[in-house]
């Protein structure tokens, strides 16, 4: 066949008709241009397979990842004891205990405390050791706080001192109280309340329960990285008899040691203006201990 050159022209321009090759149709979901979540499609299989997203990967593979629990709240507090032995014209042993747990959660607070002391002295004549003072007593309050720094309370407390000829002394005590500063070094509150108070004193007919106003302060200064300052004060006074009063300041130095241990100074101050017959009015203790925090 004889081919012009505008024959050949025209030929050279037809389209080239594909080879035809058997080729295994993919699926629609498996449009690599159309998709995000990483659809590989494999041939061999004729199938897609889906990778997992790196998001989904790293949050499978961090074993560390937070699980959206909350920390369940945990006791806070610290244990003392100290004693003091005098040996030669008198023997006397004097031995000393504090205690203290506190636990917040949510708008919730309870406080625990617990303190006691015990002295004995040896009689020179005879030899024998006999027990001349002893004091002891324990306390817990509940506290809801209805706005962030305001919080009824309810409490109740129990002491007995035996320098007073106090037996027992029961305290039932509902209030207010406002937390004036909380932060790492300085702590201050305040509360006011109406108390149920039952006294029973030894071999004595000075009993007496009453109803009372009760007022308390507390503070916590951190006066630097090692040595804090706390004191607590309470102060009771009849609404049947206003000369029926009594006060109680607990003021403690703390001198940090190591990450949990502590030397403590401690000086108590107790007054009651009504006390039982033949006794003062006024108690003082001085104590030197060692202490851990939990």
Not at 82 to 91: A, H
Not at 154 to 167: M, T
Not at 224 to 249: H, I, P, Y
């Amino acid at each position: 066949m004889f081919l012009t050159p505008i024959s050949f022209l025209l030929l050279s321009a037809q389209p080239a008709l594909p080879l035809a090759l058997p080729a295994a149709p993919l699926k629609a979901e498996a449009t690599p241009a159309l998709v995000r979540s990483s659809l590989v499609w494999a041939p061999e299989s004729n199938a897609a397979v889906s990778e997992p997203s790196s998001a989904s990967s790293s949050a499978q593979d961090d074993p560390d990842a937070p699980d959206g629990a909350e920390e369940a709240p945990k006791w806070t507090g610290s244990v003392s004891a100290g004693i003091v032995s005098t040996k030669g014209n008198s023997e006397v042993t004097t031995s000393n205990v504090n205690a203290d747990a506190t636990k917040e959660w949510g708008k919730n607070r309870m406080i625990f405390s617990a303190f006691g002391s015990r002295v004995e002295q040896e009689d020179q004549e005879t030899g024998e050791s006999s027990t001349t003072a002893r004091t002891y007593g324990a306390s817990g309050q509940y506290d809801r706080f209805v706005t962030e720094k305001t919080y009824g309370f309810g409490k109740f407390e129990l002491q007995s001192d035996e320098l007073a000829n106090l037996n027992k002394r029961t305290i039932y005590t509902a209030g207010a109280g406002r937390q004036f500063k909380k932060t790492e070094g300085l702590e201050l509150k305040g509360e006011l309340g109406l108390s149920f108070v039952d006294e029973n004193f030894n071999g004595s007919s000075d009993d007496v329960d009453f109803l009372s106003l009760r007022a308390g302060y507390g503070v916590m200064w951190q006066m630097n990285e090692n040595v804090k300052f706390t004191q607590e004060s309470t102060m009771l006074r009849s609404l049947d008899d206003g000369d029926d009063m009594n006060a109680r300041v607990d003021t403690r130095f703390r001198v940090k040691m190591t990450e949990s241990m502590f030397s403590q100074l401690q000086y108590l101050f107790v007054w009651d203006n009504t006390p039982a017959t033949g006794k003062e009015r006024v108690d003082t203790t001085l104590a030197i201990s060692v202490g851990w925090t939990f």
